[in-house]
């Protein structure tokens, strides 16, 4: 079992920064694929980026390619996402997930895949 709680997000001007945090419960965090996902109203949930187990490779949206990071401390349970260059399209619900299928199935973009929530956080861009 993990519980994740998110941190980390509010309203910015475009062009500013955010960094989202995503702090687990449990022991086994440095099993899981990390994801962070979001979502606008009255859109789907969408892929942002996603972490491997151990941090060595990283997948992001090309939406945000270039713009986000997403990084990870093991030894703090901890998810990370750095927001640059933010945009007014970049508002939504931020999610983090956790999900224990192993990083070659690439299954990382799915959110049904994912096996544990976040409750997520609000993050809002103001044009």
């Known amino acids: 079992q993990v519980q994740l709680v998110e941190s980390g997000g509010g309203l910015v001007q475009t062009g500013g920064s955010l960094r989202l945090s995503c702090a687990a419960s449990g022991r086994t965090f440095s099993s899981y694929v990390m994801g962070w996902f979001r979502q606008a109203p009255g859109k789907e949930r969408e892929f942002v980026a996603a972490?491997?187990?151990?941090?060595?490779?990283?997948k992001y949206a090309d939406s945000v390619k270039g713009r986000f990071t997403i990084s990870r401390d093991n030894g703090k349970n901890t998810v990370y996402l750095q927001m640059n260059s933010l945009k007014p399209e970049d508002t939504g619900v931020y999610y983090c997930?956790?999900?224990?299928?192993?990083?070659?199935?690439?299954?990382?973009?799915?959110?049904?895949?994912?096996?544990?929530w976040g409750h997520g956080t609000q993050v809002t861009v103001s044009s």
């Open positions: 997930a956790a999900d224990d299928s192993p990083w070659y199935s690439g299954r990382y973009y799915n959110w049904r895949e994912y096996d544990y």
């Open positions: 972490i491997r187990s151990s941090g060595s490779s990283t």
